[in-house]
């Protein structure tokens, strides 16, 4: 199986994703999910034990290249992002332009470097107003 992806951080991701569903997880826990699906045969498409064998392989013998051409993986809300104003102590989330958030933006947003810096949106307004 081949898995392509935008950068190293997401690439990094993909592999601890995949390692924590074949290495820890691995076929019990595929187990697992067959034994709780199969509780709504008529609602969720199930794997047979075969198709879970085949999937499993393929994913612990992927390859994950980089290409650059491709979009970054988004998070669909920018809420991911969360942070203690500096400030006034207030916990807030997202982003005050509102976009989309890459897994590159969220990490560096989410890093003790940006966290240290973190304003909510009340306090960023005052500090945009006040005269450096």
């Known amino acids: 199986m081949k898995i392509i992806v935008q950068n190293e951080k997401e690439k990094d991701l993909i592999k601890r994703f995949v390692d924590l569903l074949t290495e820890y997880y691995g076929l ?8 709780e699906m199969s509780k709504y045969p008529d609602e969720i498409p ?8 085949l999937l499993y392989e ?5 390859s994950i290249t ?16 969360t942070g203690t104003c500096k400030v006034c102590g207030i916990q807030t989330c997202g982003r005050v332009n509102g976009e989309s958030v890459t897994y ?13 810096k973190w ?11 006040t005269p450096a």
């Open 119 to 129: 304003l909510c949106l009340t306090c960023y307004e005052k500090q945009q107003e």
């Open 46 to 53: 199930r794997l047979n034990a075969d198709e879970y064998k």
């Open 58 to 62: 393929e994913f612990r013998d992927r």
């Open 28 to 35: 019990d826990a595929l187990e697992i999910h067959d034994d």
């Open 66 to 81: 980089i290409d650059e051409n491709i979009e970054e993986m988004l998070f669909e809300n920018d809420d991911v992002i």
């Open 104 to 116: 590159s933006d969220y990490l560096h947003s989410m890093s003790k470097e940006q966290q240290d």
